[in-house]
């Protein structure tokens, strides 16, 4: 078994991390959670993989910091790599972290699509933590709510089976997905030409199933089997939305018995990570922007079924979905295995 670096701390130190390209959309949200969250690190490295990064001089918790090219001496010595941005340029160092010692999570998927890897979502698989593994992969954004949700209400009212519809935003695409919808709906408006360099139509007041859809699709259905660990299918259908920011989720749960709806909302009510919705003041995906917690706007019974209920919900695909849960991740991993820095 590879003895990871973090392994081999004393309590008096600090942890040594990284995030690799820290300024992408995701990154710079986990530079903001790690520190919020007062992560016990001692030296953090900034690290550009996607060759557009480095020599930038930018912040991390209030400190000066340099972002630096990928190489063996950035990564050298370092506990804990954060991984963002393009996943065909974290690959390459992302197969080296048995060789440097270093343990990886990575946000970046699915466009490496990792056979090796343990999917998580923090609070609910923890149990797939160990001192022997060396890369995690925080869980693609489109099922961290689903998997909270089911993996809450399974315990209490068995599930039958699951099918959700997520909408994905642009932000998924980084800043450039961000530009390029503002700049369709400009167009659209103003009726000029749509550009189209990162959706492969227009996207701007319209929803659509996108090429990469069944990819995604596979990928994340595994993913989501494997954190859940139950039996009880779930089917996931992905499309793309006119949404600038957070996922939009509509999920159907059939209970394997009825239940009535006051004590599954009052379950949702309590379940961490997760917040109700007043009645009467349904969320939107705006308010889902900066949020901690995946809101859920509404739990309604199924007319045509008494063990069958609708659940909306929202979640921020940057923040909670992304960089808390891989914040989280490396939190429980340090907590049970690694040494307790003064």
Known sequence: MTEWNYLKRTPAEGYRIAIVNPL?????????ILGERN???SNIALIDTAGDEEGTLTDFDGAAAVVVNASDEAFEALDLVFFTGPGEKNEPW??????MGFVAIDLSQP???????????AGVNDDKLNPGAGLYLSAHPMILPVALILHRLDRAFPVDMAAATITRPASEFGQKGIDELFQ????????????????????AFTAYVPADARMIEAYASAQLQSILGTGAPVSLMLQQGALF????????????????????????EKAAGLEMADPEQPWSTLDAAGKDDVLIGRVSSDLANTRAYFIWAASDNLRRSSALNAALIAEE?????GPKPN
């Open 24 to 32: 992408t959309l995701v990154g710079k949200e986990l530079a903001s």
């Open 39 to 41: 992560f016990p690190y």
């Open 94 to 99: 992302l197969g080296r972290h048995h060789e």
């Open 111 to 121: 466009a490496g699509l990792h056979d090796e890897g343990i999917p998580m979502v």
């Open 184 to 203: 369709q709906t400009v167009q659209t408006l103003n009726l000029q030409s749509i550009p189209t360099e990162v959706f492969d139509r227009p996207t």
């Open 245 to 268: 920011h957070a996922h939009l989720f509509s999920l159907f749960v059939v209970l394997q018995e009825p239940a009535e709806e006051a004590e599954v909302r009052a379950l949702l």
């Open 333 to 337: 991993l340090v907590a049970r295995f």
